[in-house]
């Protein structure tokens, strides 16, 4: 075991490297928070210009104002070069007590800072194999809080 651990803590370097993305949505009737790790990142920067590409997974919840909550998992991809930042999601929301709901979104917005980002974000979640009673759709937009730690 003892050969074993210098050989993990070798793999684990590039992770540490990578950055961790922590969002905070506030929409019309909801809040959330997002936390995503990395699968791979790409980071240049050149004469005071800067661009950064991540694709990340991660979990997030949402609270709506009457007390609901839910639990949702993200897939990310977003871009950001110089001060334009632009990201496209694939998320899949569970309710307590609900189908999942699972759909796309888009978040268009401004870098700031290298490690910050506030963007407007738009959601469109459907219900795939839900009966005709219940409600089969929610669309959100809301504005977004990122930093990148």
Aim: positive net charge; glycine residues 10%; aromatic residues 8%.
């Amino acid at each position: 075991m003892r050969k074993l651990t210098p050989l993990l803590l070798l793999f684990a370097l590039p992770l540490a490297a990578q950055s961790t993305l922590v969002s905070v949505i506030r929409q019309p009737r909801a809040t959330a928070a997002e936390f995503t790790v990395p699968i791979t990142e790409l980071r240049v920067k050149e004469r005071g210009e800067f661009a950064h590409l991540h694709l990340g997974v991660g979990l997030g919840v949402r609270h709506w104002d009457d007390g609901d909550n839910a639990l949702r998992f993200v897939v990310d991809a977003s871009a950001t070069a110089n001060e334009l930042f632009l990201g496209l999601g694939a998320i899949v929301e569970a309710p307590q007590g609900e189908g999942a709901f699972l759909g796309p979104r888009l978040r268009v917005g401004w870098a700031f800072h290298p490690r910050w980002v506030l963007s407007l974000e738009g959601e469109h979640l459907e219900r795939p194999f839900a009966s005709g009673l219940t409600p089969r759709r929610r669309s959100n937009v809301g504005l977004v809080l990122t930093a990148r730690f």
